[in-house]
């Protein structure tokens, strides 16, 4: 598995962690580059289960099934926030890719993971678009009920008055809701900093590198009797 990780500039926080990420933008250019070397990845994966004539990339037999990439981007608003007007041709193209990886990407093996302090529609209408097309949410306790509303208002009412009475004596603890509709309080099993990065530096070797994912063309470059050979295995 393939983990992409987008994150606010500086790149400080997910440094540590490189060794078991295949990439790491610390800036909204970098991201874009990212992100569209991801759209690429899709449209090939979308190729490959047409031809296969598979809804999904785990229908594809074991030979030809290509790695799930996960996309953690931390601090939603660092791609979103506009100092000036000559930034929101670059914005509006992000907030593009991002809806249609959200839309598509999980039946093609790429898993969305976003984060933020606050995720609302100050941000911009693609902000909300976004969000509709995340089923499923974990809020955190929150200071005031507009941030618990942004995470979890438009699924249950009911969700909003427990994520409200978290008590700041429990860390970890949140309300989860899943794409079934309903939800459920749980606490985070706290892992040490020093635990995180000892396991990426241990598992390293496990980690592909992105050039490898994002070679266009990768599985369905193959011989075109070979891909056929691998299909009907």
């Given at each position: 598995m393939s983990t992409?990780?987008?994150?606010?500039?500086?790149?400080?926080?997910?440094?540590?962690?490189?060794?078991?990420?295949?990439?790491?933008?610390?800036t909204r250019a970098e991201s874009v580059g990212l992100l569209d070397d991801l759209m690429a990845v899709m449209v090939d994966r979308m190729g490959l289960c047409r031809t296969a004539g598979a809804r999904n990339i785990w229908q594809l037999p074991p030979g030809v099934r290509p790695l799930p990439v996960v996309v953690l981007v931390d601090e939603l608003a660092e791609l979103y926030l506009m100092a000036d007007k000559s930034e929101k041709d670059e914005i509006a193209h992000i907030s593009t890719v991002l809806?249609?990886?959200?839309?598509?990407?999980?039946?093609?093996?790429?898993?969305?993971?976003?984060?933020?302090?606050?995720?609302?529609?100050?941000?911009?209408p693609?902000?909300?678009?976004?969000?509709?097309?995340?089923?499923?949410?974990?809020?955190?306790?929150?200071?005031?009920?507009?941030?618990?509303?942004?995470?979890?208002?438009?699924?249950d009412p009911a969700a909003l008055v427990s994520a409200r009475a978290i008590p700041a004596e429990t860390p970890g603890v949140a309300i989860v809701a899943h794409q079934d509709g309903q939800w459920y309080r749980a606490r985070s099993f706290h892992v040490s900093e020093q635990t995180a990065e000892h396991t990426?530096?241990?598992?390293?070797?496990?980690?592909?590198?992105?050039?490898?994912?994002?070679?266009?063309?990768?599985?369905?470059?193959?011989?075109?009797?070979?891909?056929?050979?691998?299909?009907?295995?």
């Open positions: 992409l990780r987008g994150e606010g500039p500086g790149g400080v926080e997910f440094a540590p962690y490189a060794p078991r990420l295949s990439a790491l933008a610390t809806l249609r990886i959200a839309q598509l990407g999980r039946a093609f093996g790429i898993y969305l993971f976003l984060s933020g302090q606050r995720i609302g529609s100050d941000l911009g693609g902000v909300t678009a976004l969000r509709a097309q995340c089923s499923g949410r974990i809020c955190h306790r929150v200071n005031d009920p507009e941030t618990a509303t942004m995470t979890l208002g438009d699924l990426a530096r241990h598992w390293s070797q496990l980690t592909p590198t992105w050039a490898e994912i994002a070679q266009p063309g990768r599985v369905t470059g193959l011989d075109e009797a070979v891909l056929s050979e691998l299909l009907s295995a």
